[in-house]
């Protein structure tokens, strides 16, 4: 079974500049969730779909981050503009149970996109 | 509100000694519980996860946890450590409304 996928692997960006994140989750997920792990710290879930709907994004600091997840598939998280604080890794995990069980779910997580803001 | 706090940033053991990694947390709900490992320049795995039926739990790689509630914790052992486990470990905890909440890990060490 393919894992997560995850495109760009890494990316350095002047601050200002916009960049995107791809994710392709394991085939069937339901929900997808996007973290951010900052240098020495764990991950903050930042939003987290069921199909192609939103569950929590209560974490997400909208005034330049923005995600979607086009028919219940694939997703994309952009930053614009980018600031320092932005450098850290993005994850992107699915999960396979929808809504009712998605707490109880294991999360596969993808290997992650490491973003430096200069 | 929820939150999950692992009390020891790094652990260091030798090899073929126990391990203990501590989590304590705080939940509205009734809660699941995860431990994650993350090896250097690898995704997260899951370890293995709380789900309101046996209180201990049993994983991958001979380790396992005891969820206690009165004392609000859910710590992770193993009884002989190996060079392999030297990784990051994250507790999670997931309650009301799909939210989820990462520890902020502890790095264990295993020296030979």
């Known amino acids: 079974e393919a894992g997560v996928a995850q495109s760009p692997r890494y990316k350095i960006i002047e601050k200002r500049q916009s960049v995107a994140f791809w994710c392709n989750p394991i085939?069937?997920?339901?929900?997808l969730y996007w973290y951010q792990q900052i240098l020495g710290q764990g991950p903050k879930l930042l939003i987290q779909?069921?199909?192609?709907?939103?569950?929590?994004d209560s974490q997400l600091p909208k005034d330049r981050f923005s995600a979607e997840r086009l028919k219940g598939v694939d997703s994309t998280l952009k930053i614009q503009p980018a600031k320092l604080e932005d450098s850290a890794v993005y994850l992107c995990?699915?999960?396979?149970?929808?809504?009712?069980?998605?707490?109880?779910?294991?999360?596969?997580f993808g290997p992650g996109t490491r973003l430096l803001v200069l | 509100a929820q939150s999950v706090t692992q009390l020891d940033s790094h652990v260091s053991v030798s090899e073929g000694t126990p391990v203990l990694l501590r989590c304590n947390y705080s939940?509205?709900?009734?809660?699941?519980l995860f431990w994650y490992v993350q090896h250097p320049n690898k995704g997260l795995q899951l370890l293995l996860k709380?789900?309101?039926?046996?209180?201990l739990v049993k994983g991958i790689n001979g380790f396992e946890a005891e969820f206690k509630k009165s004392e609000t914790s859910f710590h992770l052992t193993k009884p002989s450590a190996h060079m392999s486990d030297a990784a990051e470990y994250f507790c999670?905890?997931?309650?009301?409304?799909?939210?989820?909440?990462f520890g902020t890990g502890t790095k264990l060490q295993v020296i030979p």
């Open positions: 939940s509205s709900y009734s809660p699941s």
């Open positions: 999670v905890v997931s309650g009301g409304y799909q939210k989820v909440t």
């Open positions: 085939s069937g997920h339901a929900t």
């Open positions: 709380y789900t309101s039926a046996a209180t």
């Open positions: 995990a699915s999960s396979l149970v929808g809504l009712a069980g998605a707490l109880r779910e294991t999360q596969y």
């Open positions: 779909f069921q199909n192609n709907g939103v569950v929590d």
